[in-house]
Nanobody, 126 residues
């Protein structure tokens, strides 16, 4: 079965950086778009970033554009989210997700993703 394992979260001061990783197994990784979402306490899931199966196209939420970068290495079955200039409002559990279907474009909709990791906590102190 598909397994997505996030890592790299932690506690960081405002203005700091973290690099989140998501290691995938159980799927032909290079065929699937990948996304990052987050959920803050008491709030709904929020789209953060997504990348196409070939890495050529990316999409970001307005709230993170210019600060976060999504990337992938299909040879390593891994997708990353580089988070820079972190703000307290970035505090959340961050999840990676694999698209439901192969060779799709990037999507901000949770409904377009079929496999999810367990999440990694990012806490930004002011």
């Amino acid at each position: 079965q598909v397994q997505l394992v996030e890592s790299g979260g932690g506690l960081v001061q405002a203005g700091g950086s973290l690099r989140l990783s998501c290691a995938a197994s159980g799927l032909t990784f290079r065929h699937y778009a990948m996304g990052w979402f987050r959920q803050a306490p008491g709030k709904e899931y929020e789209f953060v970033a997504a990348i196409t199966w070939d890495g050529r196209t990316t999409r970001y939420a307005d709230s993170v554009k210019g600060r976060f970068t999504i990337s992938r290495d299909n040879a390593k079955n891994t997708v990353w989210l580089q988070t820079n200039s972190l703000k307290p409002e970035d505090t959340a559990v961050y999840y990676c997700a694999a698209a439901l279907s192969k060779f799709t474009s990037v999507s901000y909709s949770l409904a377009d993703y079929g496999s999810w990791g367990q999440g990694t906590q990012v806490t930004v102190s002011s």
